[in-house]
């Protein structure tokens, strides 16, 4: 197995593409090929029919984000490639399941100490979210964790600023009309 690169750092790759069957697995090859490792995908439609956002955070060495973001342009159904560095304030949302018997004051503290709610509440546990960095859905799992904390997972993130005006994504489509006609 390749070793990868001491200067790997994290990177948010946004690709906006036509919803294909077989597309996520087009993207992941490249991916995986390098061995670099996945933290999170995470595909969302958009308000365009056909056209989906998906975004990958993914650890990378540096040197070689370029190449295989001009890599994941090439495929067919993909419209643009956007890359941002992975430590700047990404959030994501935490969901903690606990066990009904943790319910009670020390827990709304917490929750309002932490800018937490709570999801929902069945006969047996409760689900708690909250929407923050990793570091404060890891400090608020530190503070949680013992017998009462049945489970815990985080959503995969979406960048705020990647979402591409109507504007843009008609721009983007034309050019690659119209090269797709000037190659043929």
């Not at 036509?18 to 996520?24: A, N, Q, S």
């Not at 066990?99 to 509440?121: F, M, N, P, R, V």
């Not at 960095?133 to 985080?154: I, N, R, T, V, W």
Request: hydrophobic share 40%; net charge negative; with cysteine.
């Amino acid at each position: 197995m390749k070793k990868q690169s001491k200067t790997t750092s994290q990177f948010i790759f946004t690709v906006y593409a036509e919803d294909k069957r077989g597309l996520i697995g087009q993207l992941m090859v490249f991916f995986n090929r390098r061995y670099y490792d996945v933290h999170s995908l995470n595909v969302a439609r958009t308000d365009i029919s056909d056209l989906v956002m998906i975004t990958i955070e993914a650890t990378v060495p540096a040197p070689e984000v370029f190449t295989l973001q001009e890599k994941l342009k090439k495929i067919i159904e993909v419209h643009s490639v956007a890359v941002t560095p992975g430590e700047v304030g990404l959030k994501k949302t935490g969901f903690y399941r606990l066990s009904i018997d943790a319910l009670g004051e020390s827990l709304w503290q917490l929750l309002h100490k932490y800018g937490a709610t709570l999801s929902s509440i069945d006969k047996d546990s409760l689900v708690i979210s909250k929407t923050g960095q990793d570091k404060d859905l890891a400090e608020l799992y530190s503070l949680l964790e013992g017998p009462s904390l049945l489970g815990f997972c985080k959503s995969a993130l979406i960048l705020e600023s990647s979402l591409i005006p109507f504007e843009q994504l008609d721009k983007m489509r034309i050019e690659d009309h119209e090269s797709a006609v000037v190659t043929n």
